[in-house]
T-cell receptor
Framework: EDQVTQSPEALRLQEGESSSLNCSYTVSGLRGLFWYRQDPGKGPEFLFTLYSAGEEKEKERLKATLTKKESFLHITAPKPEDSATYLCAVRKEDSSYKLIFGSGTRLLVRP | DTAVSQTPKYLVTQMGNDKSIKCEQNLGHDTMYWYKQDSKKFLKIMFSYNNKELIINETVPNRFSPKSPDKAHLNLHINSLELGDSAVYFC???????????????FGPGTRLTVL
């Protein structure tokens, strides 16, 4: 069964304390792995797409990496404004184009 | 502003009522989606339309009926609302037939439905 699992469920960091979020997946053929950020009361905001193992994408303090079984979202020297829920989703290699989401990691960065 | 918009943002209603949620996108995308986010924050696909054609119809009760009058609009009508329908409903859009992109989906702000 296709599955996306994110860990940890919640993460508290001090400002400046770097860490990583994990997204592991089991799908029959990956056609893209997506990272989103979701703030309370808002819709998910697109961050990155990764397609092939070994690929990396960066945006400000965030860097996403991909292997054949998992993806990491590395947060370097986070700031309080990075506090949000980070969602991972995968798209299967079929015609449906649907995304299968994980349950997210709630990140809190304290000043 | 270019965006995906939804109305209403909040919807509180009694069990058994019928309600609709509207979605519009001005990103020029050809595919739109409805997702349901439950209390545990899981986002689950419900429906998708590509150029007004239904292409995804997950295991959703028949009480839910999507309608796409044109490729910029996708509405969701729910009949005979039940307590378990309480959730946040998100609309999203993407460009399916881009040939290059991986079809990133862009989400609306959500509609919080509360059934009493």
């Amino acid at each position: 069964e296709d599955q996306v699992t994110q860990s940890p469920e919640a993460l508290r960091l001090q400002e400046g304390e770097s860490s990583s979020l994990n997204c592991s997946y089991t799908v029959s053929g990956l056609r893209g792995l997506f990272w989103y950020r979701q703030d309370p009361g808002k819709g998910p905001e697109f961050l990155f797409t990764l397609y092939s193992a070994g690929e990396e994408k960066e945006k400000e303090r965030l860097k996403a990496t991909l292997t054949k079984k998992e993806s990491f979202l590395h947060i370097t020297a986070p700031k309080p404004e990075d506090s949000a829920t980070y969602l991972c989703a995968v798209r299967k290699e079929d015609s449906s184009y649907k995304l299968i989401f994980g349950s997210g990691t709630r990140l809190l960065v304290r000043p | 502003d270019t965006a995906v918009s939804q109305t209403p943002k909040y919807l509180v209603t009694q069990m058994g009522n019928d309600k609709s949620i509207k979605c519009e996108q001005n990103l020029g995308h050809d595919t739109m989606y409805w997702y349901k986010q439950d209390s545990k924050k899981f986002l689950k696909i419900m429906f998708s339309y590509n150029n007004k054609e239904l292409i995804i119809n997950e295991t959703v009760p028949n009480r839910f009926s999507p309608k796409s009058p044109d490729k910029a609009h996708l509405n969701l009508h729910i009949n005979s609302l039940e307590l378990g329908d309480s959730a946040v409903y998100f609309c999203a859009s993407s460009q399916r037939n881009s040939g290059v992109s991986y079809n990133e989906q862009f989400f609306g702000p959500g509609t919080r439905l509360t059934v009493l």
